[in-house]
Structure formats: structure tokens, C-alpha cells
T-cell receptor
């Protein structure tokens, strides 16, 4: 199993541009998550999904959108990028309600200038 | 979810036991204690969790006080690869509560 994979690893955006961060898991997990981590800080939940077609907001959803058309993929869309969105973005997955462990991807480092 | 308090940083000699404390004095009866760690620039890694009994797995042991207001993560024989930020998280387990609130954690440095 590759686990949770994220692309790209690094990206630089200009203010106002948009992009999609890709996240794929091959463990057949129902639950998927997007977090952001600002320098020196803990992680904050952006959006999560409990299954294909079902998504919900986390703590900091403004400026982001998600979709979940398949079990494997959970892309995060940034519209009109702003410097405040400069961060490291982590995708994670979890099998189901009875499981405790979230598996994290390697992260995408995004800079908006 | 209950708030947690952890020391900002700790050092431990290689080969010794690393004991990382966490205070969660407002924890409620149905909240679990989870520990994750984040090695530099990588995604967080699950270590262990518990409700009220002490727990042990291949990575670590978790000791929860009888009143559940604090806990200690023990890495029995620390190695250099255990240098990381360790997060103590308290949350209710169940449908509709998916948020893992990561604070700033404890930066553990293993010294050769």
C-alpha cells in the first residue's frame, strides 16, 4: 500500500491564482481530512469527509472547497489564493468510526506571494 | 473537546526512557486521550490512545491518572529517531466529531 499520497510536494502561487491540491489513499478508508499547519503551530482542520459524496467544514474552511466523488480521492481547491493561505497542507484518512488512527500524507508546502 | 497543556520542550538522553506529561484537567468521561508525533516536515504519526486504563503498544506506553486529569506518554528506550514534536489530544470518539485539535505539542530532543 502507498498509504496517503499528496501532490504536489511544493507550489508557489501568485495572489489571486487558484489551484487544486490532490490527495489519494489506497486503504479503502471512508474518512478523509484536510489540515493546514502554519509555521510553529499545530494543525487545524479545514474540511473532512465521512464518505463519497459527503463533506463537512472544519475549523478554518474559508477560502477552500472540497469534493469527494470517490472513496480514494479528496481534492482541496483554493480559489483566489491569498498570502494568509501560505502553509503546509496535510491530508489524512481513517478507516471508519471504530478506528482511532488517522494516517497522514507527506504534505504539500504552499507559498502565496 | 477538553483543552490540553504540555511542556514546550524536553530533552532526553539516548537509551533512557522519555516521559512526556500532558495535563487535561477538564476532560469529560467519554473523552479519549490520543498521542501523535510529528517528525520534522513529515505528516503526524499516531502513537497510542486510551480512555482510563494504562495502555502499551510496540511504540510506547500511556499512563492515565486515576482522576484522568493528566497522562504521561513513555518511550521506554529513546533513540535519535524519536526526536519529534509530540501532541497530546483529547476528544470524544464518535460520529460527527471528527476534529483532532492539535496544539503546539512538546518538542522532544533525544541527545546522543
Amino acid at each position: 500500500n502507498a498509504g496517503v499520497t499528496q501532490t504536489p510536494k511544493f507550489r508557489i502561487l501568485k495572489i489571486g491564482q487558484s489551484m487544486t491540491l490532490q490527495c489519494t489513499q489506497d486503504m479503502n478508508h471512508n474518512y478523509m481530512y484536510w489540515y493546514r499547519q502554519d509555521p510553529g503551530m499545530g494543525l487545524k482542520l479545514i474540511y473532512y469527509s465521512v464518505g463519497a459524496g459527503i463533506t463537512d467544514k472544519g475549523e478554518v474552511p474559508n477560502g477552500y472547497n472540497v469534493s469527494r466523488s470517490t472513496t480514494e480521492d479528496f481534492p482541496l481547491r483554493l480559489e483566489l489564493a491569498a498570502p494568509s493561505q501560505t502553509s503546509v497542507y496535510f491530508c489524512a484518512s481513517r478507516w471508519d468510526i471504530g478506528s482511532y488512527e488517522q494516517y497522514f500524507g507527506p504534505g504539500t508546502r504552499l507559498t502565496v506571494t | 473537546d477538553a483543552k490540553t497543556t504540555q511542556p514546550t520542550s524536553m530533552d532526553c538522553a539516548e537509551g533512557r526512557a522519555a516521559n512526556l506529561p500532558c495535563n487535561h484537567s477538564t476532560i469529560s468521561g467519554n473523552e479519549y486521550v490520543y498521542w501523535y508525533r510529528q517528525i520534522h516536515s513529515q505528516g503526524p504519526q499516531y502513537i497510542i490512545h486510551g480512555l482510563k486504563n494504562n495502555e502499551t503498544n510496540e511504540m510506547a506506553s500511556l499512563i492515565i491518572t486515576e482522576d484522568r486529569k493528566s497522562s504521561t506518554l513513555i518511550l521506554p528506550h529513546a533513540t535519535l529517531r524519536d526526536t519529534a514534536v509530540y501532541y497530546c489530544i483529547v476528544r470524544v470518539r464518535g460520529f460527527g466529531n471528527e476534529k483532532l485539535t492539535f496544539g503546539t505539542g512538546t518538542r522532544l530532543t533525544i541527545i546522543p
